[in-house]
């Protein structure tokens, strides 16, 4: 158990390091890969938990599509860096003491819940999935909730290509099917010219 | 002798930290186990590739180092070794530095869950499938940050079409498991092997038959199509395509920082190779029952599957052209994408047709 | 709540599955409509609003004594869901026969836009029927990223996709608001079903250790709900996002989403929190008073008339608080039907209120014209009597002059707050909306007494003329026979 809990600890320390990096990096580019480290360390500690599925769908998700286009869009960008910065010592009391209270209230609700009660939860009985029950439930209890998920992300996709599909006039595109059908009827007009005669 | 090596973690560490140390111990002589072989193997896979090219090209490919050229990547790697690693100007040094480890990393961490035989693996996770696309999606990390990082327009364009296509595929990719996983029922990659096993033809002694890859052909097809495009090997190559971007992402890249991301493509296409061997061919399993095969070990099976499915990416890049970049997207989404969809709306009703031969 | 009262079938969401597929077909048949004025998409979009109220009028007759619910309690079909789906039904069909011509003139009227209203409606028909947090914020979510996206529809104005842009950022911080707010109340009761919420905050609100949860959870919704009503502080992407949007997307965003704007608060507040009515009705006081003093104040200010719409709503959205506010009196809630009863009116006659006002200014819009200033209205009686009459009922029902729809609304919500005992408040209110209605009474000033600056004959469809001569005159009926909508709307009320 104390093996655990010293795991849980290093990932909990990397974690948190890697979130306020993500806030603090000078380079934007450094702040995205920041945190894909700290999705990387939030999936090992969901994996600590046995929640296996969870952990791997926020590394393939995540990880291995969401931040690979963030970092494609951060790369393509030129920001400027210190503009970006000024507000944040200026704005950092507010947002300290803003966080601090929803810390504070979280830790409330859920400190007579949970730090009282033994931290340890029962073993999962053998042969246990949770890929399968998460399965189960979602296309079950939740699968309302699972088709209507479904419908944002086909209006998401509606909505992207609504606002940047733009047909250009230049293409060249070339159909090599129609190339193929291409008869010499069409391209040549032959034409029958009387002879010249001589002279 | 065995029983006091396994005590030994105990006696000096105490009950609480023993069973840790142990496990870690044995991890680690598992992996170096799995690691060495790996290694050995991406060495000789380049001398096949230029062995195998050369032969299609009329050639004799390398021939000087050793007996028949066989000591060619030992040499290789030891020039490699020696180069000096140049880091160009105004490159971001850590992350310049940090690309090529995560090249390789997801390249090796993958092996973890890869069964070589029945009972050998190293981790027998329940949801080894999807271990395997989580790892492989974040390959591409290497790229981007190698592309970024080395301050060069050429490395840049590199990770910037690498970005793109390596997303694209990795959803025909993500869609073509699908239907493995739905026909298998368990994300386990050696209950995928097993499941494989039943059937009308296995009863018959036609193992082959029963295997994957004839029910699923299109998806057969889709996966390792879009395993050549994950791995960035020609035809699908645009990324480094060096007629046009020199070498993509690798051009500032020299000695051991270019040997890994070197190494990581030639440990992503024997991965790609076992992985289709897993999923389409049956894994370990001899392709029909006789008493004489089953002498054979169950790990030469899946060794000489992967030899011949690894040497149809040779073939390929001896075969074809390169993709011009639209046609790769084109390929990927307009393509792959819907063919998975059908096929998966076709196995789907398949499982529950009274024709289901999955049962 | 027994389980098979909670399992239920399919068939109460007939009217959202439907909706679906026909949307889902439309999207894919109008790539075969090869005409520019997609004539075909257009009568389908309209054949799809058509069905979907027949099925809902279908699923009514199973919910009419009490609530049915489908997929584990995640839905819930009742009288007030039905009411207000087939208002957004009728909205929804409004706003696409009055914004076509404009469309068709900007090359805005294509399969993505019919496709996007009709998913935004299916938003609206989730929110108002959730029974579940998860529900409802996948309701709200689905109807604001069709709203987002509408707002940019015409990408090459840069004004719109600013609009869009800001919208999209302060709705996004209020989803995450409400998300923490839901969090909380979570948190406190262990359950995302708001009617089993509502069990368990009637045992927790007497616990004084874990009341304090409950409020702090019940802050972040109310954020959350404010901000999708429009009321100040939460406004402030209401009047950029009004004047940014084409007229025909500012139509939209203006009339049906307000029904599942007030949905949500009923399903959060009334169904879930009801037990917290002393803390949330108190916060309503402050949102009322400062939107209903903002909104009207502000609008006087206005040259743009979509500008001015846009605080008018703000204000509107104050009023019809206080019929939500001024359901529990000191702990009994026997006004409660009366009092939600006429917010709910309100909210229906708010709805063709804007419909018609954001009609005309479509109706005078033209290729190349778009109609959006005071100026603009300058002399329409003029160009047109009957059009400019019509505009004279919907300012004087904006306004709450009698006899118009606009007038007993606001009688009906005023009268709640005085039996509620909120007298100082219903005065207050009178006084704003004395205000109020200068500058709705300017507009008609201008109409008929001044020259008009523009001669343009007045085009628009015959289909468009039609309508919105029928949505002026329902809201001089409505406000000359106001009881029958009004027994709908309590009915509703009293069948939750």
């Given at each position: 158990m104390i093996v655990e809990t010293a795991v849980f600890y290093l990932f909990a320390a990397v974690m948190l390091i890697a979130g306020l990096r993500v806030i603090t990096a000078r380079n934007p580019v450094h702040a995205a890969l920041f945190l894909v480290l700290a999705f990387f360390t939030a999936s090992a500690i969901w994996l600590l938990l046995e929640a296996e599925f969870l952990a791997i769908a926020l590394v393939l998700v995540y990880v291995g599509a969401v931040m690979v286009l963030f970092l494609f869009v951060v790369m393509m960008l030129d920001i400027n860096l210190e503009r970006l910065r000024e507000g944040f010592w200026r704005n950092l009391p507010l947002a300290l003491v803003v966080g601090a209270i929803m810390a504070a209230e979280i830790v409330a609700v859920i400190a007579e819940r949970y730090f009282e009660v033994a931290s340890q939860a029962p073993p999962l009985p053998a042969g246990y999935s949770n890929t399968r029950a998460l399965g189960m439930l979602l296309y079950t209890d939740y699968a309302y909730a699972f088709e209507i998920a479904a419908v944002i992300l086909l209006v998401a996709i509606v909505a992207a290509i609504a606002l940047t599909l733009r047909r250009r006039k230049d293409t060249k595109y070339q159909s090599p099917a129609q190339q193929v059908r291409v008869r010499p009827a069409e391209r040549v007009r032959l034409v029958s010219m009387p002879a010249e005669k001589d002279r | 002798m065995l029983e006091w090596i396994v005590t030994r973690p105990d006696a000096w560490f105490g009950p609480t930290w023993g069973p840790a140390v142990y496990a870690f111990v044995a991890a680690l002589v598992?992996?170096?186990?799995?690691?060495?072989?790996?290694?050995?193997?991406?060495?000789?896979?380049?001398?096949?590739?230029?062995?195998?090219?050369?032969?299609?090209?009329?050639?004799?490919?390398?021939?000087?180092?050793?007996?028949?050229?066989?000591?060619?990547?030992?040499?290789?790697?030891?020039?490699?070794?020696?180069?000096?690693?140049?880091?160009?100007?105004?490159?971001?040094?850590?992350?310049?530095?940090?690309?090529?480890?995560?090249?390789?990393?997801?390249?090796?961490?993958?092996?973890?869950?890869?069964?070589?035989?029945?009972?050998?693996?190293?981790?027998?996770?329940?949801?080894?499938?999807?271990?395997?696309?989580?790892?492989?999606?974040?390959?591409?990390?290497?790229?981007?940050?190698?592309?970024?990082?080395?301050?060069?327009?050429?490395?840049?364009?590199?990770?910037?079409?690498?970005?793109?296509?390596?997303?694209?595929?990795?959803?025909?990719?993500?869609?073509?498991?699908?239907?493995?996983?739905?026909?298998?029922?368990?994300?386990?990659?050696?209950?995928?092997?097993n499941a494989q096993a039943h059937g009308r033809f296995a009863a018959m002694g036609l193992n082959f038959l029963s295997w994957n890859w004839l029910p699923l052909a299109p998806i057969l097809v889709v996966y390792f199509v879009s395993g050549v495009a994950e791995t960035n090997r020609s035809p699908f190559d645009v990324v480094e395509g060096e007629s046009e971007i020199v070498a993509g992402h690798m051009v500032e890249y020299s000695g051991m920082a270019f040997a890994m991301f070197f190494l990581a493509e030639y440990m992503n296409m024997i991965l790609i190779s076992t992985l289709t061997a897993v999923m389409f061919f049956g894994g370990w399993q001899a392709p029909i029952d006789a008493p004489l095969l089953e002498r054979v070990p169950a790990f030469a099976w899946l060794l000489a599957k992967v030899f011949v499915i690894s040497s149809m990416f040779l073939w390929f890049r001896a075969t074809f052209p390169r993709y011009r970049y639209d046609q790769v997207m084109r390929l990927g989404w307009k393509v792959f994408i819907p063919v998975t969809l059908v096929w998966l709306a076709v196995v789907g009703i398949w499982m529950r047709s009274p024709w289901s031969i999955w049962s | 709540m027994t389980d098979s009262m909670l399992s239920g079938s399919f068939a109460p969401v007939l009217p959202e599955i439907f909706l679906l597929a026909a949307a889902c077909v439309l999207?894919?048949?109008?790539?075969?409509?090869?005409?520019?004025?997609?004539?075909?998409?257009?009568?389908?979009?309209?054949?799809?609003?058509?069905?979907?109220?027949?099925?809902?009028?279908?699923?009514?007759?199973?919910?009419?004594?009490?609530?049915?619910?489908?997929?584990?309690?995640?839905?819930?079909?009742?009288?007030?869901?039905?009411?207000?789906?087939?208002?957004?039904?009728?909205?929804?069909?409004?706003?696409?026969?009055?914004?076509?011509?404009?469309?068709?003139?900007?090359?805005?009227?294509?399969?993505?836009?019919?496709?996007?209203?009709?998913?935004?409606?299916?938003?609206?028909?989730?929110?108002?029927?959730?029974?579940?947090?998860?529900?409802?914020?996948?309701?709200?979510?689905?109807?604001?990223?069709?709203?987002?996206?509408?707002?940019?529809?015409?990408?090459?104005s840069a004004a719109s996709t600013e609009a869009a842009m800001k919208y999209f950022v302060l709705g996004a911080l209020a989803s995450g608001l409400l998300l923490y707010g839901m969090s909380m109340i979570y948190g406190a009761t262990g359950t995302l079903t708001i009617s089993e919420v509502a069990q368990h905050v009637a045992k927790l609100s007497g616990n004084a250790a874990q009341r304090p949860f409950l409020v702090f959870g019940l802050v972040f919704l109310m954020a959350g709900i404010a901000f999708k009503l429009g009321l100040v502080p939460f406004h402030m992407w209401i009047p950029d996002v009004y004047q940014g949007a084409p007229t025909a997307v500012t139509l939209v965003i203006g009339s049906a989403p307000k029904l599942a704007a007030f949905a949500m608060a009923m399903r959060l507040l009334v169904n879930g929190l009801l037990e917290l009515a002393v803390d949330w009705q108190q916060m309503l006081v402050i949102l009322a008073v400062l939107s209903m003093a903002l909104g009207n104040l502000a609008a006087i200010a206005q040259v743009n008339l979509k500008r001015m719409l846009a605080y008018s709503t703000i204000a509107h959205m104050g009023f019809m608080l206080l019929g939500l506010l001024s359901g529990v009196v000191g702990g009994n809630w026997r006004n409660a039907a009366d009092a939600y009863a006429a917010a709910m009116y309100y909210t229906i006659v708010y709805v063709l209120m804007a419909l018609g006002a954001f009609g005309v200014l479509l109706l005078l819009s033209r290729a190349g014209f778009e109609c959006e200033t005071l100026e603009d209205m300058k002399g329409l009686n003029r160009r047109s009597p009957w059009y400019a009459f019509v505009m004279l009922v919907l300012m004087f029902s904006l306004a709450g002059i009698p006899p118009t729809a606009g007038f007993y609304a606001k009688l009906a919500v005023l009268s709640a707050a005085v039996s509620a005992g909120q007298v100082w408040l219903a005065v207050l209110a009178v006084i704003l909306a004395l205000v109020g209605a200068f500058y709705y009474l300017r507009v008609v000033k201008l109409m008929y007494f001044d020259e008009p600056a523009d001669t343009t004959p007045i085009a628009g469809s015959g289909e468009m003329r039609l309508v919105l001569s029928a949505n002026g005159l329902a809201l001089l009926v409505l406000g000359i026979v106001p009881q029958p909508l009004m027994a709908l709307c309590f009915a509703a009320i009293k069948a939750l």
């Open positions: - | 598992f992996i170096v186990a799995i690691m060495i072989p790996l290694f050995v193997a991406v060495a000789y896979l380049t001398l096949w590739e230029r062995k195998l090219i050369g032969w299609m090209q009329i050639r004799i490919g390398p021939n000087r180092v050793g007996p028949l050229g066989l000591l060619q990547p030992i040499a290789d790697g030891v020039k490699l070794l020696f180069k000096e690693l140049i880091l160009p100007t105004n490159a971001d040094k850590q992350l310049y530095l940090l690309a090529p480890v995560l090249a390789i990393t997801p390249a090796l961490a993958a092996w973890a869950v890869i069964p070589f035989a029945p009972q050998v693996v190293l981790a027998n996770i329940n949801a080894g499938l999807l271990y395997v696309m989580a790892l492989t999606s974040t390959g591409v990390y290497a790229v981007i940050v190698a592309g970024w990082a080395s301050n060069s327009k050429y490395a840049f364009l590199g990770a910037m079409r690498s970005a793109a296509q390596m997303v694209s595929y990795e959803i025909a990719m993500g869609f073509a498991l699908v239907v493995v996983l739905m026909v298998s029922g368990s994300l386990n990659l050696s209950d995928i092997v | 999207l894919i048949a109008d790539l075969f409509v090869k005409s520019e004025r997609r004539t075909a998409s257009y009568v389908l979009a309209q054949l799809i609003l058509l069905g979907c109220a027949l099925l809902t009028a279908l699923v009514s007759t199973y919910s009419l004594r009490r609530p049915v619910y489908a997929f584990g309690g995640l839905f819930v079909g009742d009288q007030m869901a039905n009411l207000l789906k087939l208002m957004a039904y009728l909205a929804t069909a409004m706003a696409l026969a009055y914004s076509r011509e404009y469309l068709l003139d900007r090359k805005l009227l294509k399969g993505e836009f019919l496709a996007l209203l009709l998913f935004a409606l299916l938003g609206i028909m989730v929110l108002v029927s959730a029974n579940s947090f998860i529900t409802l914020y996948l309701g709200l979510e689905l109807l604001s990223l069709c709203l987002y996206a509408l707002v940019a529809l015409n990408r090459d």
